[in-house]
């Protein structure tokens, strides 16, 4: 009984070291790092306009931002909404200063100075 025990346990130790050996090499140099979509570099120190969900928007200097579209906003501006009707911008406007904006909370990021098209992303060039 002890020859029994003491092979169950060499064979656990054996596949604990086999598993965790497959997992170390083989995990991290499977994954590819993720892309942001978006390039936003080209706007860094340039004023921005942010929309957020339920409708807020800031205009600001975009200071810095990682993949998931966290954003860091310098001299930021909120501007403010009629409080009669939710969809129309007023003039008022409240100063915010240095924010952090959360990626998952914004809709949609445009320069202040103007547009301009960009290819879409998610098409298959053949």
């Known amino acids: 009984m002890s020859s ?8 656990g130790t054996g596949g604990v070291e086999r598993s965790s050996g497959g997992t170390a090499s083989g995990g991290p140099q499977e994954k590819k790092k993720k892309e ?3 390039d936003l570099g080209k706007y860094l120190d340039k004023a921005i306009r942010v929309k957020f969900q339920g409708g807020r928007e800031a205009s600001g ?3 810095g ?3 998931l579209l966290n ?7 909120e501007l403010l909404r009629d409080p009669d009707d939710p969809y129309k ?3 008022d406007t409240r100063t915010l200063g240095l ?9 949609v990021i445009c320069p202040v100075d103007g547009m301009e098209s960009i290819p879409n992303p998610f ?4």
Do not use: M, Y
Not at 71 to 77: K, R
């Open 71 to 77: 954003l860091v906003l310098d001299n930021t501006i």
């Open 89 to 91: 911008l007023t003039d």
């Open 65 to 67: 931002f990682d993949p």
């Open 61 to 63: 200097i975009l200071k």
């Open 36 to 38: 942001s979509i978006v």
């Open 123 to 126: 098409i298959q060039h053949e």
């Open 4 to 11: 029994t025990g003491s092979a169950g346990a060499g064979s």
């Open 99 to 107: 924010v952090v904006c959360r990626g998952t909370a914004v809709v």
